[in-house]
Nanobody, 123 residues
């Protein structure tokens, strides 16, 4: 599976961005997620979704500001980020897993990863 992220950019605090993850093929009954890594920090999961279902999972730190959803027909997963803060500045990555594995933003050992898209938030 190849994953290509897009939609990052430089925005002012309080703004919004919609990130897109286009997959070469959708793996049904599997976890797809968005992760971020800020300079000098470990990669952290922010949101996950189980393909073919409405089951979504969010890190506590982003609940209420981030939204993840999927378009199965387009093999695409989206991440809407609202009320951006300078501390959201990071490289955002999309990842996909093999079928039937646990889906959680806490898992960073997913099987397939994109190259990332940069989000920079200025105050």
């Amino acid at each position: 599976v190849q994953l290509v992220e897009s939609g990052g950019g430089s925005v002012q605090a309080g703004g919004s961005l919609r990130l897109t993850c286009a997959a070469s093929n959708f793996i049904s009954s599997s976890c797809m997620g968005w992760f971020r890594q800020a300079p000098g920090k470990e990669r952290e999961g922010v949101a996950s979704i189980y393909t073919g279902t409405d089951r979504t999972y969010y890190a506590d730190s982003v609940k209420g500001r981030f939204a993840i959803w999927q378009d199965n027909a387009k093999a695409t997963v989206y991440l809407e980020i609202n009320y951006l803060r300078p501390e959201d500045t990071a490289m955002f990555y999309c990842a996909a897993d093999r079928p039937w594995r646990r889906c959680s933003p806490m898992r960073t050992d997913l099987a397939f990863w994109g190259q990332g898209t940069q989000v920079t938030v200025s105050s």
